[in-house]
T-cell receptor
Framework: QKEVEQDPGPLSVPEGAIVSLNCTYS??????FMWYRQYSRKGPELLMY????GNKEDGRFTAQVDKSSKYISLFIRDSQPSDSATYLC????????????FGKGITLSVRP | EAGVTQFPSHSVIEKGQTVTLRCDPI?????LYWYRRVMGKEIKFLLH????????ESGMPNNRFLAERTGGTYSTLKVQPAELEDSGVYFC?????????????????FGAGSRLTVL
């Protein structure tokens, strides 16, 4: 079983839709949960990070973590064509090393 | 602030040849990481430097891969000899020591990656 599972999609939605992206994980040691956005031919860019369980909101983006279910989500409200990118979840146990374990990523396309 | 710079952006070599990838992290970032994405797979950790010291190299596939970080500044990743399965995108990322709130959240800045194609 992979440590992090993410539906690879792709996902296509009309402009203005609410988008829900999800990941599940198996490693109970994960404490930090991140969402990265990657545009074509660019490196991943940190979008949001959350420590332990709970919600975090930043503009149109909301990250949720449910550690009891080992399930994390990213919601995008009022999606825009500029949101079209690959979204990767990533997790770490924290501490001195803090290497990230990534999901496969899902490619999102927002149609005008 | 300049970002993480990687070169070459794309390298095409034949099986058995040697390739060296270079990463220039953000100035002042003690942590430097190498990650790799093989086609169809997730991005995977290769190794972690703290300044010039290897903190964790548990992700290095085998001894054909050699990473160095001279003087705690730029880093190189050499593949010798390259095999077909080494093809992929190699990402470098850097961070301050203790970046993030709360302490422990390692907020990485990634480079654009070096795409390696082994024929």
């Amino acid at each position: 079983q992979k440590e992090v599972e993410q539906d690879p999609g792709p996902l296509s939605v009309p402009e203005g839709a609410i988008v829900s992206l999800n990941c599940t994980y198996s490693n109970s040691a994960f404490q930090y949960f991140m969402w990265y956005r990657q545009y074509s031919r660019k490196g991943p860019e940190l979008l949001m990070y959350t420590y332990s369980s709970g919600n975090k909101e930043d503009g149109r983006f909301t990250a949720q973590v449910d550690k009891s279910s080992k399930y994390i989500s990213l919601f995008i409200r009022d999606s825009q064509p500029s949101d079209s990118a690959t979204y990767l979840c990533a997790m770490s146990a924290g501490g001195a090393n803090s290497k990230l374990t990534f999901g496969k990523g899902i490619t999102l396309s927002v149609r005008p | 602030e300049a970002g993480v710079t990687q070169f070459p952006s794309h390298s095409v070599i034949e099986k058995g040849q040697t390739v060296t990838l270079r990463c220039d992290p953000i100035s002042g970032h003690d942590n430097l990481y190498w990650y790799r994405r093989v086609m169809g797979k997730e991005i995977k950790f290769l190794l972690h430097f703290v300044k010039e010291s290897k903190q964790d190299e548990s992700g290095m596939p085998n001894n054909r891969f050699l990473a160095e970080r001279t003087g705690g500044t730029y880093s190189t990743l050499k593949v010798q000899p390259a095999e077909l399965e080494d093809s992929g995108v190699y990402f470098c990322a850097s961070s301050h020591a203790g970046t993030g709130v709360p302490s422990g959240a390692n907020v990485l800045t990634f480079g654009a990656g070096s795409r390696l194609t082994v024929l």
